[in-house]
């Protein structure tokens, strides 16, 4: 059975420039959560979706993030237009059952913003 | 709102000595806590999962225990080996009231196991 799968593995970008994120969960799984790790703090949740809908997205830090998930499947992630304190690594998480169930994580998106 | 605390911020051991690496949370409402382990560049890698009804899980070499009274859970690492250097992670799972399941986590420990 294939992990979640996040791409890019990395991306260096300019301040100003647009960057998309994407997450692959484990099939079936219709939790899917996105978290980020900036430089020296702790994993920070963003949003979750269930299926194709927003179930929470308290985390997102503002209106340049924008996430996708069309059809319950693959997620997007799009910052736009990029900070310099948008550094910081990107996980996806996915899912079958929100309580109880582990969160299996992909192996993140590591974001440079210059 | 949950804040979780792992210490010691690193740890350095012998190779083969048991050692417990600890976590704190402040709200006892969790619905689970996962120990993760986290290799230099790579992704996070589910060790246990302990349910709020349990007060412990075992995996190999690895316990895990949760007492929510008390707010802590603890890792506890037999007969340690280089292979096990990592950064290891605790997330608590608390309800947003949003009817979302978010993890809230630690820091981490960084663990170096020395030959």
């Known amino acids: 059975e294939a992990g979640v799968t996040q791409f890019p593995s990395h991306s260096v970008i300019e301040k100003g420039q647009t960057v998309t994120l994407r997450c692959d969960p484990i099939?079936?799984?219709?939790?899917l959560y996105w978290y980020r790790r900036v430089m020296g703090k702790e994993i920070k949740f963003l949003l979750h979706?269930?299926?194709?809908?927003?179930?929470?997205e308290s985390g997102m830090p503002n209106n340049r993030f924008l996430a996708e998930r069309t059809g319950g499947t693959y997620s997007t992630l799009k910052v736009q237009p990029a900070e310099l304190e948008d550094s910081g690594v990107y996980f996806c998480?996915?899912?079958?059952?929100?309580?109880?169930?582990?969160?299996?994580f992909g192996p993140g998106t590591r974001l440079t913003v210059l | 709102k949950q804040e979780v605390t792992q210490i010691p911020a690193a740890l350095s051991v012998p190779e083969g000595e048991n050692l417990v690496l600890n976590c704190s949370f402040t709200d006892s409402a969790i619905y689970n806590l996962q120990w993760f382990r986290q290799d230099p560049g790579k992704g996070l890698t589910s060790l246990l999962l302990?349910?709020?009804?349990?007060r412990e899980q075992t995996s190999g070499r690895l316990n895990a225990s949760l007492d929510k009274s008390s707010g802590r859970s603890t890792l506890y690492i037999a007969a340690s080996q280089p292979g096990d250097s990592a950064t290891y992670l605790c997330a608590g799972r608390v309800s947003s009231g949003a009817g979302s399941y978010q993890l809230t986590f630690g820091k981490g420990t960084k663990l170096s196991v020395i030959p």
């Open positions: 979706f269930v299926k194709e809908s927003k179930q929470d």
């Open positions: 099939s079936g799984h219709d939790n």
């Open positions: 998480a996915s899912n079958m059952r929100g309580r109880t169930d582990t969160q299996y």
């Open positions: 302990i349910q709020s009804s349990q």
